[in-house]
C-alpha cells in the first residue's frame, strides 16, 4: 500500500489551498487541512481546537515556527516547529492569527 499517494488523494479531496512563506526563501503553494477554532462535546468530553494546518510532509518540509502561512487571503504565523504524526508522513503545526 502505498500511503503517501493515499495522503495525496486526501489532501486533494478535503484540504484546502494554502500558501507558505519562509521567514527566508520562496514562498510555495500546497494542499493541507486547515482548523479553526471552535468546541465539540463528544462522548461527555468537550474538545477545543484552535487554528492550527495539518500537511503531508512531502508538500511542506520547511516550515518553522515564525512562518507566514495563507489560507483563503487570511494570513497566519505558526505558532511552534510542525510535530510529525506516527508514522511521519504528516505533520501539524499550531497557528496564530495575524
Given at each position: 500500500?502505498?500511503?503517501a499517494s493515499d495522503l495525496a488523494l486526501m489532501y486533494d479531496e478535503f484540504g484546502v489551498d494554502v500558501l507558505h512563506t519562509p521567514a527566508i526563501g520562496a514562498p510555495t503553494a500546497g494542499r493541507a487541512i486547515f482548523d479553526q477554532p471552535g468546541t465539540a462535546l463528544i462522548g461527555g468530553e468537550i474538545l477545543a481546537t484552535e487554528f492550527g494546518?495539518?500537511?503531508?510532509a512531502s508538500t511542506f518540509p520547511a516550515v518553522r515556527r515564525g512562518d507566514r502561512v495563507t489560507v483563503a487571503g487570511a494570513n497566519y504565523t505558526a505558532r511552534e516547529n510542525p510535530q510529525p504524526t506516527l508514522d511521519g508522513l504528516e505533520?501539524?503545526?499550531?497557528?496564530?492569527?495575524?
Open positions: 500500500m502505498d500511503f494546518l495539518r500537511f503531508a505533520f501539524t503545526v499550531p497557528l496564530a492569527r495575524v
